[in-house]
């Protein structure tokens, strides 16, 4: 079984410029997940999407970041523009079960490193 | 609400002795709790998760973990360490969001370093 796919790996833009990441969750997998790992923290839930609804934006920074997931399989996230703050590992995850349970288990991409300069 | 507090930042530990990574939780009602291992460059790897069916919890790699309600805590062990646990190691916890979504909150983190 293919794992998340995430692209580009790295990317390095200067600030005030936009830039956006691709995810391409586990087949069948219903949920979605962009989570922003700053250095040195843990991981930490921008938006969650299930199937093409988002279900929980409470963390994104809407006046700048944006995400879809048009078709309920891949998604984007945008970055515009971007801040010196925004430095990050930006991870994509995904869990099977359309019926959330406390125990699921989510899937993680190799993530995408961003450094702005 | 729910958190996880890592103990430790940082942990080093020679090749072929224990590993010892300490994890608390607060949870209002019982948790479920996961340990997912980060090799640089990789993405996060579930090692094992409790969900209230044995409180010795063995996972991958030779890992384990405890689930101690008294103490609230959820301590990650290996006997032996090997070269190739070198990594950053994160304790999680699941909750139930209003709406019936789960929500993994993460520890800050604990990186293991293990010497030859």
């Known amino acids: 079984e293919a794992g998340v796919a995430q692209s580009p790996r790295y990317k390095i833009i200067e600030k005030r410029q936009s830039v956006a990441f691709w995810c391409n969750p586990i087949?069948?997998?219903?949920?979605l997940y962009w989570y922003q790992q700053i250095l040195g923290q843990g991981p930490k839930l921008l938006i969650q999407f299930q199937n093409n609804g988002v279900v929980d934006d409470s963390q994104l920074p809407k006046d700048r970041f944006s995400a879809e997931r048009l078709k309920g399989v891949d998604s984007t996230l945008k970055i515009q523009p971007a801040k010196l703050e925004d430095s990050a590992v930006y991870l994509c995850?995904?869990?099977?079960?359309?019926?959330?349970?406390?125990?699921?288990?989510?899937?993680f991409g190799p993530g995408t490193r961003l450094t702005v300069l | 609400a729910q958190s996880v507090t890592q103990l430790d930042s940082h942990v080093s530990v020679s090749e072929g002795t224990p590993v010892l990574l300490r994890c608390n939780y607060s949870?209002?009602?019982?948790?479920?709790l996961f340990w997912y291992v980060q090799h640089p460059n990789k993405g996060l790897q579930l090692l094992l998760k409790?969900?209230?069916?044995?409180?010795l919890v063995k996972g991958i790699n030779g890992f384990e973990a405890e689930f101690k309600k008294s103490e609230t805590s959820f301590h990650l062990t290996k006997p032996s360490a090997h070269m190739s646990d070198a990594a950053e190691y994160f304790c999680v916890v699941s909750s139930i969001k209003s709406g019936g979504y789960n929500k993994l909150i993460f520890g800050a983190g604990t990186r293991l370093a293990v010497h030859p």
């Open positions: 409790y969900t209230s069916a044995a409180t």
């Open positions: 995850a995904s869990s099977p079960n359309p019926r959330q349970r406390v125990y699921n288990e989510q899937f």
């Open positions: 949870s209002s009602y019982s948790p479920s």
């Open positions: 087949s069948g997998h219903a949920t």
